[in-house]
């Protein structure tokens, strides 16, 4: 009862933490997979209400967790976890010697199962995560060698391949199907269609003239805005010293 108090004061979905006008706990399909996926999560990427891909993510994987931090090296959980003797630890991150997910190079020298870091939060925030984070600059990186194309049409990504939380599992568990490692089948792609969903949410709202204390006025199409100058010269991931 008092949950339930508390849920209609804040006008907040408890579950997946959006307003209650935006939430998405009716279009979740929970799944178990053979791997887990550990979040780990940016504070403000915490605090955000409205697309949030990495907490609706969470809840569709069964297999999975969130941890909150900046800097993971003393956070006691996260050492649980990549300490944990079941799994095989791999972090999903760009770098100069990665592990193409496009290939069988992981299936082929997998020992136990397989656990897979995602950082999530914006690229800069995400870059200062890593340096921080002693502990994760010598786990193997995985990757995509593909230039697929972020749906995220609400927010600019600096150059393709840069995808979402969500994006990256979906390609992660397309990719391990197809090597055999998991075997999800097509119940993945309600990762996309929660997805798919926010993100149209977000633009309708955005362009409702009734809601204009929810964004000043609507998203421009991805092909309309402009290329920040900043990317051109940003060093936009995080290099180990001997990368």
């Not at 949030?52 to 967790?65: A, C, P, Q, V, W």
Request: glycine residues 4%.
């Amino acid at each position: 009862m008092m949950i339930e108090e508390e849920s209609l004061k804040l006008n907040l979905c408890l579950n997946c933490r959006r307003r209650l006008l935006t939430c998405v706990c009716h279009l979740l399909k929970p799944f178990q997979t053979h791997s887990r996926f550990i979040i780990l999560m940016h504070p403000m990427e915490f605090k955000k209400e409205k697309v949030g891909t990495g907490r609706f993510t969470h809840l569709i994987l069964k297999n999975s967790e969130i941890i909150v931090d900046i800097g993971f090296d003393n956070n006691k959980r996260f050492q649980e976890v990549l300490n944990d003797s079941t799994y095989e630890s791999f972090l999903l991150y760009p770098g100069d010697k990665t592990i193409d997910l496009g290939s069988d190079d992981l299936k082929n020298n997998l020992i136990k199962k397989a656990q897979f870091i995602v950082i999530d939060g914006t690229w800069p925030c995400a870059k200062k995560m890593m340096k921080l984070t002693t502990s994760l600059h010598h786990i193997p990186r995985v990757s995509f060698n593909n230039q697929r194309i972020s749906e995220f049409e609400v927010k600019h990504q600096p150059m393709p391949g840069c995808l979402s939380t969500v994006e990256s599992i979906h390609q992660v568990l397309l990719d391990l199907n197809r090597m055999g490692v998991e075997s999800s089948h097509s119940v993945q792609e309600n990762l996309m269609d929660v997805f798919r969903y926010t993100v149209k949410q977000q633009m309708n709202l955005a362009a409702d003239p009734l809601r204009q204390g929810y964004r000043k006025k609507a998203f421009s199409a991805p092909q309309q805005r402009k290329i920040s100058k900043k990317w051109e010269s940003r060093l936009l991931f995080f290099k180990n010293s001997d990368e």
